[in-house]
């Protein structure tokens, strides 16, 4: 699917069934992409969704030194993330605060928040109830949520994404960086209820890398990314 809007975050039963977001009206709140509900990867594992993401793997270094590609189901893309009636868009890698943040591959800095001012924890209480109101995470309350980032672009319309930042390098926007450079720290910064991790995220135009996934092809897709 295409967005952060209302349509990508509204798969988030775990059952599968796909809830329609309320479509925005003059009284509801202001809608932040008005982009329709075309999938550019098919739901399913078809032979197209599957030629798009076989062309990404082995391209990716593990984006934290030494550790390991997660597993668990709650860690990775597609996961419900009840709390915002949203779900998860990455790949989540636990680690000790302060943990130095690698670029996974070589590209071009579309990101950095070097000046980041994190929200308040009644900013956050508010922009989550209104998202469970809304029945979907709105992509502004999302991207607080990630916190302090840097994304990279590596062409093709492949962006990663590190996000929950303690700390950023003094990186500059369209500086290239060679992979495995540091770009950061992992702490909890936007989602300090998550506890210390790189949210690690993958965009593949403007889906998630593994949307359309589930179960053991979604864990061997995220493994195989890795060199
Ligand atoms: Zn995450």
Redesign the pocket.
Known sequence: MILLGAVAVTLSDAAGIRKLAPAAGPTSMPYYTAIPAIATIPPDVGERGARTYARLWGQFFVPLEGADVPEDPALMPGAPRDYRAGI?E?I?FPAPPGTAVLAAATGRVVRVDLSFLDWTREQQEIALYEALTLGYTPAATLDRIRGRQVWIDHGNGVVTRY?HLSAVERLSVGQLVEARTPIGAVGSSGYPQGGP?L?FELRVGEDYYGDGLSGDALVRAVSRLFR
Request: charged share 15%.
């Open positions: 998860h990455g989540d996000a991790h949210h």
